[in-house]
């Protein structure tokens, strides 16, 4: 059985057996987020975001449209995630940039990810890091720009 706080916002969306939504957490009508995730306090998940199994989602995030996460991702405090590469006001894309976060990757606190970046398999974003562009498989980045500086054994 999954448990939402009374405190959340949970608008008609799909939420896995033992998923825990904490308070001031917003989700969007159309959200789907897998079995046995974490989403932590004050973070906001966009109606076309898609969560696998055992995500963990530390406070202060928002999650907007396009973004996709797999299994087993942890995403830290204030991680900072885009969908539009030329954002102005009042002006609305038909179609958003999507981010990818693939299985077992782990993004550092306050990590921003620009639009249409893939975070590779098992890769881990350093704290602070501005990811500009892919990040491969089990690579270890850093910094603003985020550089390789090693890979995961």
């Known amino acids: ?31 789907k987020i897998g079995q046995d995730c974490n989403i932590c306090a004050q973070t906001l998940i966009e109606g076309d975001v898609v969560i696998g199994d055992r995500v963990t989602v530390k406070s202060g995030v928002q999650l907007w449209d396009g973004t996709r996460v797999e299994d087993d991702v942890f995403i ?18 038909e179609e958003f940039s999507g981010i990818r976060i693939c299985k077992n990757a782990s993004i550092g606190a306050n990590a921003t990810i620009l639009p249409g970046i893939t975070i590779g398999k098992e890769a881990m974003v350093g704290a602070g890091a501005v990811v500009t562009e892919d990040v491969p498989p089990k690579a270890v980045v850093v910094g603003n720009p985020a550089r390789i500086i090693r890979y995961v054994e």
Not at 11 to 16: D, F, Y
Not at 76 to 93: E, M, W
Request: aromatic residues 12%; negative net charge.
């Open 1 to 31: 059985m999954s448990f939402i706080h009374p405190l959340a916002d949970v608008a008609e969306c799909t939420i896995g057996e033992g998923t825990k939504v904490w308070q001031f957490v917003v989700i969007l009508t159309g959200a």
């Open 76 to 93: 830290g405090p204030n991680a900072t995630f885009t969908n539009d590469p030329y954002p102005r006001s009042k002006q609305y894309l």
